[in-house]
């Protein structure tokens, strides 16, 4: 009897290898589809994905950009940063082992598609800094694997979904940069795993919700540049530096330095605007469409269900008896020996050195913005083993070589944003998904005595304000020669790209009210480094000028890499002089004195801001006493004539003053400042 199962069991047990490839066969032809769909969308002229083929394997390495699981299934799509400017097409739900999409730092337009939220076994959304318009599809609320959503600098419209207080498992939230309306969904104070939720520079009004600061794990809320209004919560207050709410005006509360007290209860406090909620704290909207995630429990369901199992079983006996026994297991074993398990940062094998294989092995296994920010013992300082406490500078402002490099893909050319005879800067993206410059120097062109490198990163490490492009950390390698510093980047560029438009052009023509702000923007900057504070001491620039002034999103001024001569060679230093001679920028007493002073720096912002206002790059020649009676003669061309005379009369001054010969007679930042101000 035993004999006889066990005969009756071989024709299963023989058929069990067959069924799985046969299914790995199908999933494979599926991916291949949904993946040439996406190549059509994102890339139609095939300039980025031209190796993808539709008779290849996407395994395989001619899928550049794809990782498979060992089954043969797609399981993540890296395309960072190519360079792709299509459309997401809804075919990208065809990928249905999906764990990992990331299309950040492309120029891809349209629409997200609603087909998205079919990605059931997603769990890293990455789609920042693109052109994406529209709405934010409620069907992501399906995605129940998703742990990061990164849908920031793009052009995003409408409210925030209510629905995605249902993605239990979300750590990662961030849409800043859009232009979002509406409040603030109470429902994401259900968010329990959320570690940082991002809904800076929007269009969001309403209070804050209350469950939002009760959130366990939270580290980083920021909701900067809204128009929310009413009672901070105590709650935030635990969060010090990680709850930023600058620039909403009609806020309140009690232990935020920078809100106002809320009025009495009697006074009748409310929301400027309501939330999209009832008193009852149930949300006002509908849920997600049942199509999204379909129920099969009933009887139709089932039926269809059991004809599709009925043609399925069919259609593997006909496989089963055309194929060969061994030819079956020949291809099997061909595409294990295939299978590619991609690095999540990849470049061409041609950029690389066999020296970097680990690093990028090590890239690949952590590139999961989840993973904290460990500073492991691959982090080399120059110093060796620590700094002196002359010269200590924190461990939250260190990075290790192997973020650094996959932040930049390995210093791809793609992400080159400039290069000079003692630095290089490239453009990166950190594991929290934040945007970065990262300042590649040579070890020759800093400071050769080690402490005195480490005590000007101390410096820099310092210095914080809204009108500076802050340090976020730095990295020092002796493996490679270099250190690295890691800065906010800014999108809208530097200053001197404004500066000599052709007339009759509209392309990077400011107008009048963001040529002000500007102006005040620098001045305030230079004020802080000037003066003395408990944490910092006074700082001279000693390089200002339009390059050293970048503009974010907004068009406000960060003035860049305050100090940086603190950590360069004197040669190094003595290059950057000259280019700054040659331009202007040089105050006249430095021929004779040889030292940098605060009224240098002052002399440096007169020139800028004649440069502001007649748009022109050089105005060495320009005679200001004299042009001060002719501001019809003296302004940009390209405002024709809208701006404010009042205004271009107080600046055209304030250059005279500041570009004064004799440095006594200028002014200090203090008082420019205060002239601006009125």
């Known amino acids: 009897m035993a004999a006889a199962c066990f005969r009756s069991l071989l024709p299963l047990l023989f058929l069990a290898p067959l069924l799985s490839t046969f299914a790995a066969t199908a999933r494979n032809k599926e991916d291949v589809r949904a993946l040439m769909a996406l190549k059509r969308a994102l890339d139609p002229v095939g300039r980025v994905l031209g190796s993808w083929d539709p008779s290849g394997d996407p395994c395989s390495d001619s899928f550049d950009g794809v990782e498979c699981d060992r089954n043969g299934s797609v399981t993540a799509v890296l395309l960072q ?386 009108n500076l492009v802050s340090l976020r950390g730095f990295c020092c390698s002796r493996g490679r020669g270099e250190c690295f510093l890691v800065y906010d980047f800014m999108v809208n560029g530097c200053l001197s790209q404004y500066l000599d438009v052709p007339d009759g052009t509209n392309a990077n023509v400011l107008d009048w009210p963001t040529r002000v702000s500007i102006i005040r923007g620098v001045a305030k900057g230079i004020e802080y480094l000037h003066g003395k504070r408990s944490n910092k001491p006074s700082v001279v620039h000693q390089n200002i000028s339009a390059e050293k002034i970048l503009l974010d999103h907004h068009f406000a001024p960060r003035l860049s890499v305050p100090g940086l001569h603190k950590l360069l060679a004197d040669d190094v230093v003595f290059s950057t002089l000259k280019a700054s001679a040659a331009m202007g920028y040089l105050a006249p007493e430095y021929a004779t004195t040889g030292r940098f002073t605060d009224k240098s720096d002052v002399f440096a912002f007169g020139v800028v801001v004649l440069q502001v206002i007649t748009g022109k790059r050089d105005v060495s020649q320009l005679k200001v006493g004299t042009a001060i009676s002719d501001l019809e003669g003296l302004m940009d061309g390209n405002l024709n004539g809208a701006f404010s005379r009042t205004e271009a009369a107080k600046l055209a001054a304030v250059a005279a003053y500041c570009t004064s010969e004799v440095p006594s007679q200028r002014p200090t930042m203090e008082a420019v400042v205060q002239q601006l101000s009125h």
Not at 203 to 226: M, Y
């Open 81 to 466: 940063g190519r360079g792709l400017s299509g459309t997401l097409p809804p075919a990208v739900a065809g990928l249905r082992r999906l764990q990992g999409l990331y299309l950040h730092y492309n120029g891809i337009k349209g629409s997200i598609p609603r087909e998205i939220g079919k990605l059931s076994e997603l769990t890293d959304l990455y789609l920042d800094v693109n052109h994406l318009t529209g709405p934010v599809p409620v069907e992501i609320a399906s995605m129940a694997s998703l742990q990061v959503l990164q849908l920031g600098y793009n052009q995003l419209t409408g409210s925030i979904p209510p629905q995605l207080g249902s993605l239990n498992k979300l750590k990662v939230l961030a849409m800043q940069s859009n232009q979002l309306t509406g409040a603030i969904p109470a429902t994401l104070g259900d968010l329990t795993q959320l570690t940082r939720l991002d809904l800076s520079f929007n269009e969001l009004f309403g209070s804050i919700p209350s469950r939002i600061g009760e959130l366990p794990l939270l580290e980083v809320f920021d909701i900067r540049n809204n128009t929310l209004s009413g009672s901070v919560l105590d709650g935030l207050r635990r969060l010090n530096g990680g709850f930023q709410y600058a620039n909403n005006k009609e806020l309140c509360g009690v232990g935020f330095t920078l809100l106002d007290l809320c009025p009495s209860s009697e006074d009748g406090l409310k929301p400027s605007k309501p939330e999209p909620f009832g008193p009852d704290g149930t949300v006002k909207t509908r849920q997600v469409p049942q199509s999204v995630n379909p129920d099969c429990s009933g009887s139709r369901c089932s039926k269809s269900s059991n004809a599709s199992t009925g043609v399925l079983i069919v259609g593997v006996v006909a496989v089963v008896i055309g194929a060969a026994f061994c030819g079956v297991f020949a291809f099997s074993w061909y595409r294990r020996q295939k299978q590619k398990i991609g690095s999540s940062l990849e470049v061409s094998d041609s950029r690389l050195s066999t020296d970097h294989y680990q690093q990028k092995e090590a890239c690949r296994r952590s590139a999961s913005p989840l993973i904290s920010v460990e500073y492991s013992n691959g982090w080399d300082p120059l110093s060796g083993g620590g700094v002196g406490s002359s010269g200590e500078v924190g461990d939250s402002f260190r990075f290790n070589l192997e973020e650094v490099e996959c932040a930049t893909q390995y210093f791809s050319e793609v992400n080159l944003l400039g290069k000079s005879s003692f630095a290089a800067t490239y453009r990166g993206i950190l594991r929290d998904g934040s945007v970065v410059a990262v300042k590649s120097l040579n070890k020759t062109s800093c400071k050769q005595e080690e402490s005195d490198f480490l005590r000007g990163l101390k410096m820099l490490t310092l210095l914080r304000h809204e």
